[in-house]
């Protein structure tokens, strides 16, 4: 039968530009944030990651930028490439135990 | 980064059949692993913590016979779907936490497809 689920935002780039990928949080007592590729029919792969006690952290071509305030997360992709195209999920990590709470996922998609 | 196998890939299988899926953790060892479970176009939903030695913690709405964890050694934890029916078919995902750094590293998954 026909399954019933959500459909993914999807953010539409021109390859070379730079891309922001957004989040929002729930929990304000999260203290590890990160970004995850998922490519289709493959695992989550890690992008970068940030703690609570810092604002922004890059990496090569990826910065993540955390704002506390009001619990969002964003991943900025510089120079976007067609490999990029994926879909990005941000997660969030608590103070107490492991595990590790996903957002929805967005679509990036990369026009040549 | 670290190195997560899942393995198979891929299972098709006839209905009311048992499916194992292994999680090795390559090098490293993870005393505490985590399934997920995803639908299409949709996130990942955590299903499981597996710790080794000890049994495996559920979430809310995940039948814990249903979905057995093993994870009998520091590399290895294995989900067994029993009975599977096509409700079950869903790609499974598997993931460990690395000791040194707490970082998390997913396989490569699993889809099911259950006939």
New interface residues.
Partial sequence: GE?V????PTLSVQEGDNSIINCAYSNSASD?F?W?KQES??????II?IRSNMDKRQGQRVTVLLNKTVKHLSLQIAATQPGDSAVY?C?EKGNAG????????TRLMVKP | ?AV?S?HPSWVICKSGTSVKIECRSLDFQAT?M?WYRQ????????MA?SNEGSKATYEQGVEKDKFLINHASLTLSTLTVTSAHPEDSS?Y?C?A?TGAN????????T?LSVL
């Fill in positions: 399954s689920g959500l459909h993914l590890y990160i995850y029919g493959k695992g989550p792969q890690f990651d999920f997660a492991n595990m590790l709470t996903f957002g929805g996922g | 980064g997560v899942q505490t985590f639908f299409p176009k949709q996130s990942l939903m955590l913590t790609f995902i993931s936490l707490e970082k998390l590293f997913f396989g490569s998954g889809q």
